[in-house]
């Protein structure tokens, strides 16, 4: 028969304080409020845009007439147009965006890779809405008489890749995608590629290998999956770009057969004529382009960083 | 006993050196690198001293930075034997192994004073390219390293694929070889195309290895190859280490005293000094070291006393 | 022993004769072309910074600061917008950081692994949400049942933005606090939930601050949100949240649609104003951290 020794310490404390629990409730309610947002987000859209998915159904994805008038309403025209910008942004981006993370990662000293570094993390913080100003008034001339009007006079025999050339368009949409979602791929392929183990450094470099062979052949195989992971989060950033490509896209509003026509994304139709819009079918349809691009960009955003998962862990916030 | 002589590696077989890349800007890099001076292509005519893969360092010290990890070691590695590296930790025997494929390059400030001569030739003079260096002088590491993106096979011709194009019958039967070499082939030769990380810690180990003959090195560097592994892997590349001493002269680092005392035929002990620095206490034939050395801090060591 | 032939290769040849000029070329090649990437990546910093500055700074004046939009073309400034944005952020602020720190101090502290996982996942999920969606789903149910646009739909749609993020910085710079001091604090019987917010996020305040500045330079600068929310507006509007509210992003989306110079040029001047402070920020933040790390 034992009884618990009295000992002054244990005396009025009890075993888990009503504080404690309170505490715990409160930052349990906080984190579960995170994920309600998130569920109530998806649910509102999807609700708000049924009337669309009834009309129209699976129609509405392939429909090419956007008409408030006639009361038709198709997307294929917003998501091509989304598509390809993002497309023109990822080839783009792409290269110079992986050259670089290995050169931050692998071949410059740290007082090189310092300043640059933070230069690259300051061109992701600036605003969309600025990067669309500057779009408007300096890139899209500057295209216009440099690369665009190259282009489409070396490849206009190509019929995508010919002129007229205006500047405001597709492809200036797509040069400033690229130049948003270069710091988002930059950085996460850095982690990835300084994630990869010194040991597969070593074993390349030790067979006699120059230290350009050693990045091609044993780092980047190694890391290719997290790369390409972070490719995908640049892709998911491009797709739900908004301002910046709303100011330079133009207003096209049928599907873009020349790489300079004018075009329109889903953010940038939302952004423009949503708040015109009449309460009903119209704005349910431009919610269900929303709801488009939620699924396409949750659906990225899973992929991507399953595959940064399995090079080098959970993903940080980024 | 019958010297094979392995079969000439297919390599300098590129178009000469096209010009050298003229000013590309400022390439700041974290290792030191040295440009060979353009002179030719292997031309074997030179008369040169038969190769021996014989080591003598001289005076060697390893800084990094302004700190002396290895201070002034002077000793003769004897070609075609097995010379073991013993001493507590820290007293810079992994330093001193990889500055004789000058590995420890990789470190940013690492600097070295005093030469290392492979076969008469100091590997740290300026027209030697330490990427052909390490051609000659390969290494094993402690943990099994293979590279998982690739099979088998592709790792161990991963180093003979930088030299230039082989033809796929050359190519296999370099790998044959070397995983014969290994003691691995009969192991692997059935699926050759798995991937190398499907194969267990002793065997990976012996793919690094067959990696590292598949080269055609003189020298191979081992820093402690056996100490990841269970006892029974550990017997078989002991086993492995003694049939390549006939053909390759090896250098180990071991903590492991009763392993040294068994392969090798000359042993090195290193402890620290006052300064942290390592140095070279003795060196002497594994026999002499384990059973009457010269100098009291071996027989300390090598008989389980500290102080 | 017999030496060994090795035919045709000897150990000098090979160490005299070079890696192959090709490799050597190749490499420096290379490694010189991720040089030039890198480069290329700073360009458009640069070219933004220039041209903001250049046409921006000069006409940041009296009028800007001071004088409401006008009619268009015919002058005026931005102080609706600059108010705006002074009211909706920081209520925005007061909304998400309480969410945002507690969630994450939920998920490092309490979170059994799954239910942590699941929270962390959807946390990240909703950061890569376009912003515009959730600008729409504000709209639903803080604009669209009381048919009104408001100031205070706008700052919820920004806290939204922003919780998620505080979320997962909070809960990284929390995993960095050394497990013994809670053990420590523990072991002299100090109740959990007060070691927790004395000792544990007490020391990663810093970390946690940090967060907090960054998240609130991206809804300073976030547009589409308040497209639907807040809407804009020309008129000054301070302290009603019940009614549609200015803010520097929107200004300068409408100021740089105009076809009159003047408006544009007040657009610069907005985005001048606009990168000064988020730009400011991240640098305060960066000069704040590398400090921290520097005294030992």
Not at chain 1, 214 to 242: D, H, M, Y
Not at chain 3, 182 to 190: D, F, N, P
């Amino acid at each position: 028969m034992t009884t618990l020794p009295s000992a002054p310490w244990l005396a009025g404390r009890p075993a888990r304080g009503s504080a404690d629990r309170v505490f715990r409730w409160a930052t349990r309610l906080a984190a579960l409020g995170v994920v309600a947002i998130l569920v109530l987000l998806a649910i509102q859209l999807l609700d708000s845009s049924l009337l669309t998915w009834q009309t129209f159904g699976l129609g509405f994805i392939t429909g090419t007439t956007w008409d408030p008038v006639a009361a038709i309403y198709g997307a294929l025209p917003y998501i091509v147009g989304t598509l390809l910008s993002s497309l023109i942004a990822l080839v783009l981006a792409t290269p110079i965006a992986i050259l670089t993370a290995i050169f931050l990662a692998e071949i410059a000293s740290p007082r090189l890779a310092t300043p640059l570094t933070f230069m690259i993390e300051l061109l992701a913080a600036i605003p969309s809405v600025v990067f669309g100003l500057w779009g408007v008034f300096v890139l899209a001339p500057f295209l216009r008489v440099t690369a665009e009007a190259w282009i489409s006079s070396t490849f206009g025999f190509i019929p995508f890749l010919a002129g007229p050339t205006f500047g405001i368009g597709l492809f200036t949409a797509g040069v400033i995608l690229a130049i948003m979602i270069l710091p988002t791929i930059v950085s996460i392929s850095r982690e990835v590629i300084r994630s990869v183990p010194d040991s597969q450094r070593e074993a390349m470099l030790a067979l006699g290998a120059t230290r350009w062979e050693v990045i091609a052949k044993a780092v980047l195989p190694f890391a290719r999956s997290g790369i390409f992971g972070a490719v995908i989060l640049g892709l998911g950033r491009a797709l739900g770009e908004t301002m910046a490509v709303t100011m330079v896209i133009g207003n096209g509003q049928a599907i873009p057969t020349h790489l300079f026509d004018q075009a329109q994304t889903i953010a940038s139709k939302i952004a423009t004529t949503f708040n015109e819009a009449t309460i009903g079918i119209q704005t349910n349809s431009l919610i269900a382009l929303g709801l488009i691009m939620l699924v396409i960009t949750i659906g990225l955003n899973i992929i991507a960083r399953l595959l940064v998962w399995r090079v080098s862990g959970p993903v940080g916030a980024e | 006993m019958l010297v094979q002589s392995p079969t000439a590696p297919v390599d300098e077989a590129e178009a000469p050196a096209d010009a050298q890349g003229t000013g590309t800007g400022p390439t700041p890099s974290a290792m030191s690198s040295t440009e060979p001076t353009p002179s030719g292509g292997a031309d074997v005519s030179a008369a040169t001293e038969p190769s021996t893969g014989r080591l003598d360092i001289a005076d060697l010290n390893v800084y990094y930075g302004a700190f002396r990890a290895v201070k002034e070691i002077s000793l003769t590695i004897r070609p075609h034997a097995i010379t073991a590296v013993i001493g507590p930790s820290g007293c810079g025997k992994s330093t001193f192994l990889r500055s004789l494929n000058r590995m420890h390059e990789v470190i940013p400030d690492a600097r070295v004073e005093g030469s290392v001569r492979l076969d008469g030739i100091d590997v740290y003079d300026a027209a030697v390219d330490p990427v052909q260096l390490r051609r000659v002088v390969g290494m094993v590491f402690q943990r099994p390293n293979p590279f998982p993106t690739m099979s088998i096979y592709d790792n161990v011709v991963a180093g003979l694929r930088l030299t230039g194009r082989h033809s796929q019958a050359s190519l296999d039967e370099v790998v044959e070889r070397s995983l014969v070499r290994a003691a691995l082939w009969d192991e692997v030769k059935d699926k050759l195309r798995s991937n190398g990380m499907s194969l267990s810690g002793g065997q990976q180990q012996r793919l690094c290895i067959a990696r590292a003959l598949a080269v055609n090195p003189e020298v191979i560097l081992m820093d402690e190859p056996a100490s990841a592994l269970d006892p029974v892997a550990t017997l078989r590349i002991e086993e492995l280490m003694a049939e390549l001493r006939k053909n390759y002269t090896i250098v180990i680092v071991t903590h492991n005293m009763q392993q040294a005392s068994r392969i090798s035929d000359q042993t090195a002990f290193f402890t620290m000094g006052d300064d942290r620095a390592g140095y070279l206490v003795e060196m002497d034939d594994t026999i002499q070291i384990f059973t009457n050395p010269r100098n009291q801090l071996t027989e300390d060591y090598v008989s389980g006393r500290f102080g | 022993m017999a030496a060994t032939t090795t035919a045709p290769a000897r150990t000098a040849d090979i160490l005299r004769a070079g890696a192959g000029g090709r490799r050597m070329w190749f490499d420096r090649v290379m490694r010189s072309v991720a040089l030039l990437a890198s480069l290329a990546c700073v360009i458009p910093l640069g070219a933004v910074l220039f041209f903001v500055t250049a046409r921006g700074i000069s006409a940041v004046n009296l009028d800007l600061l001071t004088k409401p939009s006008r009619a268009l073309g015919v002058g005026g400034g931005a102080v609706s917008a600059i108010l705006g944005t002074l009211q909706m952020v920081p209520l925005a602020a007061l909304l998400a950081i309480p969410i945002g720190v507690l969630a994450g101090i939920y998920v490092h502290e309490y979170g059994a692994a799954r239910s942590a996982r699941t929270i962390r996942f959807a946390a990240d999920v909703l950061v890569g949400v376009p912003s515009i969606l959730i600008g729409i789903f504000v709209f639903t149910f803080l604009v669209l049942p009381f048919r009104q646009y408001n100031a205070f739909a706008g700052s919820v749609a920004l806290a939204v933005i922003m919780a998620p993020v505080i979320m997962r910085t909070t809960e990284e710079v929390l995993k960095l606090v050394p497990g013994n001091l809670r053990e420590a604090s523990l072991a002299l019987g100090v109740p959990r939930w007060r070691t927790t917010l004395a000792i544990v996020v007490r020391t990663a305040l810093p970390g946690i601050l940090t967060g907090i500045m960054l998240a609130v330079a991206r809804a300073t600068g976030e547009t589409a949100p308040l497209l639907f929310t807040a809407l804009g507006s020309r008129l000054v509007n301070v302290g009603d949240f019940g009614k549609p509210m200015d803010a520097l992003p929107l200004f300068i989306y409408v100021n740089a649609r105009q076809p009159y110079d003047l408006q544009n040029a007040q657009a610069w001047g907005a985005a001048f104003l606009l990168l000064v402070f988020v730009l400011a920020v991240n640098v305060l933040v960066r000069l704040g951290s590398t400090s921290r790390r520097r005294t030992p």
